[in-house]
């Protein structure tokens, strides 16, 4: 689903280079769950960027769903980056005059999907917010909100599911929740790179990758199976 092969970006800062990430490989099968951890200003943003087809690297080669990133054009990055990846971030990201399901239609929208409305209705039931569609985010809790922006990720039925710390603005049991919720997702089949700070949920992952300045240091597999 994902191959990366040695993997550079440097990123200038007028005269300095910053070498965000150096020679990184990694190769995701499809239907893995895995999470990415690090110390701030390790790489992992920039990977989950490249992965997420938000940026190009410097050098090396990648591919998402047997497509090479290097031949394809910006509007052909953008149709596969619709089609085929979503999106969960720390800070949720929702628009904040939108209601739950308008959120949710947004992505849909801009896909053509002419379903989008009956779709997001079933999303947001999916994910326990069936009671809540009319309701705007001031009007939700923290994990509430989170649950509306992972049912916005699946709006245009990814096969890639990329969540930039998705628990780190939640309390703990908020925390699990939305961790249940991804473990929900990827029981479906969608592939899940997840990066988190909390050791704990990390370890409850069948794979963990670490990164360290730029690198990757450790790369642990689990012979387990999620319940």
């Known amino acids: 689903m994902i191959c990366i092969e040695n993997v550079s970006k440097i990123y200038r800062r007028g005269q300095e280079e910053v070498h965000a990430l150096v020679n990184l490989s990694l190769q995701v099968e499809a239907g893995e769950f895995l999470a990415v951890v690090g110390p701030s200003g390790s790489g992992k943003s920039t990977l989950m960027n490249i992965i997420g087809l938000l940026d190009r690297p410097t050098s090396g080669h990648i591919s998402i769903a047997g497509r090479p990133i290097e031949k394809l054009s910006t509007k052909e990055m953008e149709a596969l980056r619709r089609n085929t990846?979503?999106?969960?971030?720390?800070?949720?990201?929702?628009?904040?005059?939108?209601?739950?399901?308008?959120?949710?239609?947004?992505?849909?929208?801009?896909?053509?999907?002419?379903?989008?409305?009956?779709?997001?209705?079933?999303?947001?039931?999916?994910?326990?917010?069936?009671?809540?569609?009319?309701?705007?985010?001031?009007?939700?809790?923290?994990?509430?909100?989170?649950?509306?922006?992972?049912?916005?990720?699946?709006?245009?039925?990814?096969?890639?599911?990329?969540?930039?710390?998705?628990?780190?603005?939640?309390d703990s049991h908020a925390a699990e929740d939305i961790f249940s919720l991804l473990h929900e997702v990827n029981r479906s089949g969608t592939t899940i790179i997840v990066v988190t700070h909390n050791a704990e949920l990390a370890a409850s992952l069948p794979r963990t990758i670490t990164i360290r300045d730029g690198r990757m240091i450790a790369d642990v597999k689990k012979d387990t199976s999620i319940a």
């Open 85 to 170: 990846i979503g999106f969960v971030f720390q800070q949720f990201l929702l628009v904040p005059t939108m209601t739950a399901l308008q959120n949710v239609m947004l992505p849909m929208y801009f896909a053509g999907n002419s379903a989008a409305r009956k779709r997001a209705t079933e999303l947001l039931s999916r994910v326990g917010l069936g009671n809540r569609l009319l309701h705007l985010p001031s009007q939700m809790s923290g994990g509430e909100i989170q649950r509306v922006a992972v049912a916005r990720a699946l709006a245009n039925n990814p096969s890639i599911l990329l969540a930039d710390e998705p628990t780190g603005n939640l």
